[in-house]
């Protein structure tokens, strides 16, 4: 099992440029999610997805949209990056009935 | 204002020394876990503490759970260099109608250990 897997690694985009993260789960987990870490800053949720066909807003959501595209996958996008999103975001999966969060490696992203 | 308070938010020993980290928040909360995080990689977790008062050991690594459960500590004894990395620890959201659970973690905002061999 590859866990929780994320693409890209590494991405530059100017301002205004628009991309979409990947992120997705062989571990039949039920709720998904996306953080952007910071430095000094811990992890700081952006959204959600309890469980397949919803999403819900957390902490910091201005500037991102997400999709649940099945139950595997869970994607983030950036409509017009500006540089206060660079960041290292990470997805992570919960199952139902646990508190364990399991982190993919991360995506570091540079808006210049 | 952070909800969750960690200190100290960097610490640099040699190796063989203790050392404690502390996660304080003036909420109750029925549960903590503490993540371990290298450069690199996503967080993973340590272990969770429920109970009040509760104690859980994992090698050389001691977690507590305040009387109160509004904070933990974290000690580890005798650091080895293969401890250095960044420590998180995280809440959970209350638990909705139903008993459901989000699973929404909110973060400290970690300490960066470094030890020296």
């Known amino acids: 099992n590859a866990g929780v897997t994320q693409t890209p690694k590494f991405q530059v985009l100017k301002t205004g440029q628009s991309m979409t993260l990947q992120c997705a789960q062989d571990?039949?987990?039920?709720?998904m999610y996306w953080y952007r870490q910071d430095p000094g800053m811990g992890l700081r949720l952006i959204y959600y997805?309890?469980?397949?066909?919803?999403?819900d807003k957390g902490e910091v959501p201005n500037g991102y949209n997400v999709s649940r595209l099945n139950k595997r996958e869970f994607s983030l996008r950036l409509e017009s990056a500006a540089p206060s999103q660079t960041s290292v975001y990470f997805c992570?999966?919960?199952?139902?009935?646990?508190?364990?969060?399991?982190f993919g490696p991360g995506t570091r992203l540079t808006v210049l | 204002t952070q909800l969750l308070e960690q200190s100290p938010q960097f610490l640099s020993i040699q190796e063989g020394e203790n050392l404690t980290v502390y996660c304080n928040s003036s909420s109750v909360f029925s549960s903590l876990q503490w993540y371990r995080q290298e450069p690199g990689e996503g967080p993973v977790l340590l272990v969770t503490?429920?109970?009040?008062?509760e104690v859980k050991k994992l090698k050389r690594l001691t977690f507590q759970f305040g009387d109160a459960r509004k904070d933990s500590s974290l000690h580890i004894t005798a650091a080895q260099p293969g401890d250095t990395g960044l420590y998180l620890c995280?809440?959970?959201?209350?638990?909705?109608?139903?008993?459901?659970?989000?699973?929404?973690?909110?973060f400290g905002q970690g300490t960066i250990l470094t030890v020296h061999p």
């Open positions: 995280a809440v959970t959201a209350l638990r909705g109608a139903g008993g459901t659970s989000y699973g929404k973690l909110t």
């Open positions: 997805s309890a469980s397949e066909g919803t999403t």
């Open positions: 503490v429920v109970t009040g008062g």
């Open positions: 992570a999966s919960r199952i139902l009935t646990g508190d364990e969060q399991f």
């Open positions: 571990m039949n987990h039920n709720s």
